[in-house]
């Protein structure tokens, strides 16, 4: 594939561009259509640019946001006559980002929201997804900078107080990357609520302080390669932020979790075969699914609120320690409601389209239909 990527590498080049051209007067996408009727759970798409490696191997784009918000996806394909073609696949999120776009942008669109939400007392969850080589680290940590500093600002007027962990799911194991990996568990309080057994806390004085303790954590995540096969593409890595209200006690505790996904790739890896090797897949694999229905399941839930039926909605969060983790995100008894938004993260690189299809893919999967009619107060 590659290969013959090369051998035709203009000819795609030129047609990419003929066929966004044409997409620009043939159909019209409102992407925004959904994203208001659902704001607990918003889905976007970040396209991050090409490297200035990918650059240099003359690789090119192959997915693109189009002028309605769509993100079209190329794929290199042989005619019956042997010639070279391409097929387009489109989809529609709640937004794309093309690559032009930064963190910041993304922030001030999406995530300012959800830090509010979290100063007033709500939750709020944001999950980069995608196969690793996408963005998902660059997007997290860049949006992990921006969260604090917003949140610091509230501590340091005496507003709040804030409580930060950060660990690692790998696995079925957790581990405290704060705490030299020490090993963690989770136990379910009497009132069902997920509570992280041994993770130690810190109470960052300041934006910098705070900062300097997720790059801490982020060194000792990578001590491994940086291939496909590395620690940091096998594992969940979470960043826990807890804001108690210091002003009104009667305000529950805002919670801010911001989780950098393990590498879709991971759950379709076929190539190892130790017994521990298949179990960690198999685990993964079983993470990214059940996060899957468990965002499905909440967002359902959200929109039949106040329907008796949909009272006893199963949310099925046991079947993965990932999922057992983030419970109270997706628990419909929470007080409030905690805001998700999912960013899936693309490469756009034409020889890594397959993997991206996958990931547009998961992320069009936890979109939910929404219902014509307003549902019941
Ligand atoms: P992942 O965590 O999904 O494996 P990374 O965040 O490590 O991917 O990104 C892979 C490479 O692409 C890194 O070199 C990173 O700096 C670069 N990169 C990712 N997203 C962007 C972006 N939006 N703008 C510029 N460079 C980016
Ligand atoms: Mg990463």
Not at 1 to 24: G, H, P, T
Not at 129 to 146: D, P
Not at 322 to 336: G, H, R
């Amino acid at each position: 594939m590659d290969a013959y990527f090369f051998e035709n590498r203009d000819f795609f080049a030129n047609r990419i561009q003929e066929l966004e051209v044409l997409s620009k007067s043939s159909r019209t996408v409102d992407s925004s259509a959904t994203s208001a009727e659902v704001p607990d759970t918003a889905v976007c798409v970040r396209i991050r640019p090409l490297t200035e490696e990918e650059i240099g191997w003359d690789h090119i784009q192959g997915v693109l946001r189009d002028v309605h918000g769509a993100a079209n996806i190329y794929e290199p394909r042989r005619m019956i006559n042997g010639k070279p073609d391409l097929n387009r696949t489109s989809f529609t999120l709640d937004h794309v980002y093309g690559p032009s776009k930064n963190t910041k942008d993304i922030y001030d669109d999406r995530v300012q929201e959800l830090v509010k939400w979290v100063g007033g007392g709500g939750m709020s969850m944001l999950l980069a997804y995608g196969q690793t080589g996408s963005g998902k680290t660059f997007t997290v940590s860049g949006m992990e900078k921006l969260v604090v500093e917003k949140l610091m600002e509230g501590k340091l007027f005496g507003k709040w107080d804030v409580h930060m962990c950060i660990f690692e799911v790998a696995g079925s194991n957790l581990f405290d990357l704060l705490n030299e990996r020490n090993a963690i568990s989770i136990l379910e309080d009497p009132f069902g609520a997920m509570q992280l057994v041994g993770v130690l806390e810190k109470n960052p004085a300041t934006s910098e302080e705070f900062l300097s303790i997720i790059d801490t954590a982020k060194e000792l995540r990578s001590t491994e390669s940086t291939t496909k096969n590395d620690r940091s593409s096998r594992s969940h890595a979470i960043c826990r932020i807890r804001v108690i209200n210091k002003e009104s006690p009667n305000t529950p505790e805002g919670c801010f979790l911001l989780v950098d996904l393990a590498g879709s790739e991971a759950s379709a890896d076929t190539q190892h075969h130790s017994r521990e090797r298949m179990a960690e897949t198999r685990e993964i694999n079983k993470s990214l699914t059940t996060l899957k229905d468990c965002i499905r399941a909440r967002a359902l839930w959200s929109i039949g609120r106040g329907d008796a039926n949909q009272k006893h909605v199963h949310i099925p969060f046991r079947t993965s320690k990932l999922t057992q983790v983030l419970k109270s995100a997706f628990d419909v008894n929470n007080v409030q409601t905690c805001k998700t938004l999912v960013i899936a993260c693309i490469n756009p690189s034409i020889l890594d389209v397959a993997h991206s299809k996958n990931t547009l893919r998961y992320a069009e999967m936890l979109k939910v239909p929404v219902p014509k009619v307003k549902p019941r107060p």
